[in-house]
């Protein structure tokens, strides 16, 4: 649901990358997991029979509603919805539309107003979550990917997102090794929880979207099907998505800039959009529905 504050920067992204090409991994003077952590299997066998899991496109529009109540009256492709808050009936609803419905839950945080916050153990959760370099996100703590009881709570909200009929799954905060987690957690260790998510989402027939993340982009994005992305204009990191738009993957960028808000700047913003084949929207940043503009 938000960009968290990456306060490592270009240098770690140069240092990480130095790193998994050194080491085709983990660095060597990363510990190992402990007791009660698990480097889980990244690609698990799937079950023998599966039914078609939804194959979202470039060319798909949507709607990012996170809080307040629904609007449903967009005609759009995808609607991305919170897991939680939004009931089987609402996404029944949605597909007697003829909307795909993509489920939001954060894959690498506690939210302590969440119904299952109370299963994580205390050594599974980190420091604070930073909205800005002053300003933190209340009740949001990073969480320790590495840690086997955090991953079978992970599995548990993708079993959800199947009951309730989501069509796929957008896992949030998923590049910790990037910001201040409290915990030693590497490029690769982040690589191997991103792509167990998603061998996971997959095995559950739903689609999942890669969340930010974008210096590993090139590495991940054959394990998801697409991309959400806060920012990459506003950043100068859209060139990055060339993996997702070259493989017809869509590419669900939200930007939140006064800026983009005026004509100018929109004109400006969605040339840029649609050169580069992304799905465009100018958003809050409370994703409530309180202001939207579309490039599309």
């Given at each position: 649901m938000k960009h968290a504050y990456k306060w490592f920067g270009a240098a770690l992204a140069l240092v990480g990358a130095s790193a998994l090409q050194a080491c085709g991994g983990d660095s060597a003077a990363a510990p190992s997991p402990s007791i009660g952590m698990a480097r889980v299997s990244s690609e698990p066998a799937p079950p023998a029979a599966?039914?078609?899991?939804?194959?979202?496109?470039?060319s798909d529009t949507w709607q990012w509603q996170l809080r307040g109540k629904l609007n449903r009256g967009y005609a759009v492709a995808?609607?991305?919805?919170d897991l939680f808050d939004n009931?089987?009936?609402t996404i029944a609803d949605l597909h007697q539309a003829g909307r795909k419905v993509v489920c939001y839950f954060s894959a690498g945080s506690s939210e302590d107003w969440r119904p299952d916050f109370g299963q994580f153990a205390p050594a599974d959760k980190g420091k604070v979550v930073k909205r800005s370099p002053d300003s933190d996100w209340e009740g949001e703590n990073w969480l320790d990917t590495r840690s086997a009881n955090v991953r079978a709570i992970m599995t548990a909200r993708l079993d959800r997102a199947v009951a309730k009929g989501c069509d796929g799954v957008e896992p949030d905060n998923v590049d910790a090794y990037a910001n201040d987690s409290g915990f030693p957690l590497t490029p690769a260790d982040q690589a191997d929880f991103n792509r167990f998510i998603a061998a996971e989402a997959r095995r559950r027939n739903l689609a999942v979207g890669l969340k930010n993340d974008v210096d590993q982009i090139a590495l991940l994005a054959?394990?998801?099907?697409?991309?959400?992305?806060?920012e990459c204009h506003e950043q100068g990191e859209c060139d990055k998505y060339g993996p997702f738009t070259?493989?017809?993957k869509p590419v669900l960028n939200a930007e939140y800039e006064a800026s983009y808000r005026t004509s100018a700047g929109q004109r400006a913003l969605c040339a840029d959009a649609r050169a580069r084949k992304l799905?465009?929207?100018v958003l809050s940043m409370d994703l409530d529905d309180s202001y939207r503009f579309s490039c599309d």
């Amino acid at each position: 649901m938000k960009h968290a504050y990456k306060w490592f920067g270009a240098a770690l992204a140069l240092v990480g990358a130095s790193a998994l090409q050194a080491c085709g991994g983990d660095s060597a003077a990363a510990p190992s997991p402990s007791i009660g952590m698990a480097r889980v299997s990244s690609e698990p066998a799937p079950p023998a029979a599966l039914s078609s899991r939804w194959q979202p496109v470039a060319s798909d529009t949507w709607q990012w509603q996170l809080r307040g109540k629904l609007n449903r009256g967009y005609a759009v492709a995808i609607y991305d919805i919170d897991l939680f808050d939004n009931s089987a009936q609402t996404i029944a609803d949605l597909h007697q539309a003829g909307r795909k419905v993509v489920c939001y839950f954060s894959a690498g945080s506690s939210e302590d107003w969440r119904p299952d916050f109370g299963q994580f153990a205390p050594a599974d959760k980190g420091k604070v979550v930073k909205r800005s370099p002053d300003s933190d996100w209340e009740g949001e703590n990073w969480l320790d990917t590495r840690s086997a009881n955090v991953r079978a709570i992970m599995t548990a909200r993708l079993d959800r997102a199947v009951a309730k009929g989501c069509d796929g799954v957008e896992p949030d905060n998923v590049d910790a090794y990037a910001n201040d987690s409290g915990f030693p957690l590497t490029p690769a260790d982040q690589a191997d929880f991103n792509r167990f998510i998603a061998a996971e989402a997959r095995r559950r027939n739903l689609a999942v979207g890669l969340k930010n993340d974008v210096d590993q982009i090139a590495l991940l994005a054959p394990s998801f099907d697409f991309a959400v992305n806060e920012e990459c204009h506003e950043q100068g990191e859209c060139d990055k998505y060339g993996p997702f738009t070259s493989a017809n993957k869509p590419v669900l960028n939200a930007e939140y800039e006064a800026s983009y808000r005026t004509s100018a700047g929109q004109r400006a913003l969605c040339a840029d959009a649609r050169a580069r084949k992304l799905r465009t929207l100018v958003l809050s940043m409370d994703l409530d529905d309180s202001y939207r503009f579309s490039c599309d």
